[in-house]
């Protein structure tokens, strides 16, 4: 079981910066690879990122990639996505997610079982 609580999400101005935290319970954070997913209307949920359980591989969505930067702290519990050059597209809920088994890793949304709460993000042009 693992309880997921996202942070760090706000307004920002196109070409600003953000970092979402995400405070994950339990202590077997350390097994999990770990997902960064975001909704918004025009998009449904789409993946975003996601990183190992190791913290030494990671994967993200052609439309954040360079921009955004994905890493954990298994000592802390805790998972980051620090978002740089933020366009209005990337406007939207943001969440953070584990799957329902440890040994998975990839970017199907069904894999995750573990959810925040969200973290809404809003870039204005």
């Known amino acids: 079981q693992v309880q997921l609580v996202e942070s760090g999400g706000g307004s920002v101005q196109a070409g600003g910066s953000l970092r979402l935290s995400c405070a994950a319970s339990?202590?077997?954070?350390?097994?999990?690879?770990m997902g960064w997913f975001r909704q918004s209307p025009g998009r449904g949920l789409e993946w975003v990122s996601h990183?190992?359980?190791?913290?030494?591989?990671?994967d993200y969505a052609e439309s954040v990639k360079g921009r955004f930067t994905i890493s954990r702290d298994n000592d802390k519990n805790m998972l980051y996505l620090q978002m740089n050059s933020l366009t209005p597209e990337d406007t939207g809920l943001y969440y953070c997610?584990?799957?329902?088994?440890?040994?998975?890793?990839?970017?199907?949304?069904?894999?995750?079982?573990?959810w925040g709460q969200g973290t809404q993000v809003t870039v204005s042009a």
């Open positions: 997610a584990a799957p329902l088994a440890t040994w998975l890793c990839r970017v199907l949304i069904g894999d995750y079982k573990y």
């Open positions: 339990g202590d077997i954070f350390s097994r999990y690879c």
């Open positions: 990183i190992n359980s190791g913290g030494d591989r990671t």
